[in-house]
């Protein structure tokens, strides 16, 4: 009797470690399979930035590269290098320089602080609290908050009162990072692979624009605006619809989707070389140049994108 208790003892002890030594098998093959899923998302996300900058490289010279022929000759014109376009089209003017550096580092600081405000707010539980309310409430708030905010900031001038300049700026920022901050509920990974995809696309359409002919296309001003009125009442009207209206909300979202994700690049464009009117033109027109003002237009663009392209990405990796 003893020897067969110690048997059977034997055995359970040996199918306790088996059961333990599977579970760390099934562990270890779950985490191996999560980090190759974060490296080829990384593979992914790097190889469209080099696709979206070749893109914008290829873009830049087809549109913008320059001929030069040299006097008397008979030789076919000569295309321009990349750097050469830049040389030969950048705003000489030490005032333009310097605007297009001050607008850019003022639309590098609103990112930033938009993305610490959306973190802390997500931390505090405010986005659970935005999760929960009324669309109908969370659009109104959102809208007010945001539109008030940024009306305010564009009305004051920065000579007169840079100290609330700047509070109304950052009013701004946080405003925006309270309506964002439930994008922290997804994934980092895909966050951070559509921050990447973003940040290229912004990059080069703005690399196309400051090497362009100056105002070569402001001209795009108008039909822009048609298609954001466009993508925003599909964008309103997806909201409003009720969920049986499959197909129409269908068409509507690929509207506000890649409709928008059209409209804002063309914007970026468009930004860009007003920008650079704006600033070649206020020494003529004596108008004080606003590098938080000109810095919000590709903040909005960029906010924009990016929420488009994270949008794209989650429906995919849904289905």
């Known amino acids: 009797m003893l020897p067969l208790l110690a048997r ?12 333990r030594i599977l579970k760390r098998t099934q562990s270890i093959a779950v985490n191996q399979r999560s980090a190759n899923r974060q490296q080829q998302a990384l593979i992914r996300g790097g190889i ?18 320059p001929t030069v022929a040299v006097p008397g000759a008979i030789t076919q014109p000569k295309q321009m290098s990349f750097a050469d376009a830049v040389e030969a089209n950048r ?40 999760m929960m ?22 009305a004051i001038d920065d000579q007169q009162n840079p100290g609330l300049k700047y509070t109304t700026w950052a009013i701004f920022n946080g405003a925006m990072g309270l309506t964002l901050a439930p994008i922290y509920f997804m994934q980092p990974a895909l966050i951070a692979r559509a921050a990447l995809m973003t940040t290229g696309i912004v990059g080069s359409i703005s690399a196309v624009g400051m090497t362009a002919r100056r105002e070569q296309y402001l001209w795009l001003g108008a039909p822009l605006m048609a298609g954001l009125v466009a993508v925003c009442l599909a964008s309103i009207g997806s909201i409003a619809l009720p969920a049986t209206a499959i197909r129409t909300l269908s068409v509507l979202e690929n509207v506000s989707l890649y409709g928008g994700l ?53 429906n995919r990796r849904r289905k």
Request: proline share 1%; no cysteine; charged share 10%.
């Open 8 to 19: 059977l003892s034997t055995m359970r002890l040996n199918s306790s470690a088996s059961l």
């Open 48 to 65: 469209a930035l080099v696709a979206v900058g070749g893109a914008g490289y290829l873009l830049n010279k087809v549109l913008n590269s």
């Open 91 to 130: 705003a000489f003017s030490p005032v333009v320089k310097e605007h297009l550096r001050s607008t850019y580092a003022h639309f590098a600081g609103g990112l930033a602080m938009t993305g610490t405000f959306a973190y802390i707010f997500h931390r505090t539980g405010w986005s659970a609290r935005i």
């Open 133 to 154: 309310m009324n669309k109908w409430a969370y659009l109104g708030v959102s809208l007010l908050g945001t539109i008030g905010a940024l009306f305010a900031t564009q």
């Open 262 to 314: 059209a409209v804002f690049s063309g914007l970026v464009l468009w930004d860009t070389q007003k920008i650079i009117a704006h600033a070649e033109n206020a020494h003529y027109t004596r108008q004080q140049l606003s590098p938080i003002n000109d810095a919000l237009g590709i903040y909005l663009d960029f906010i924009n994108i990016f929420i488009r392209i994270l949008t794209i990405m989650d």
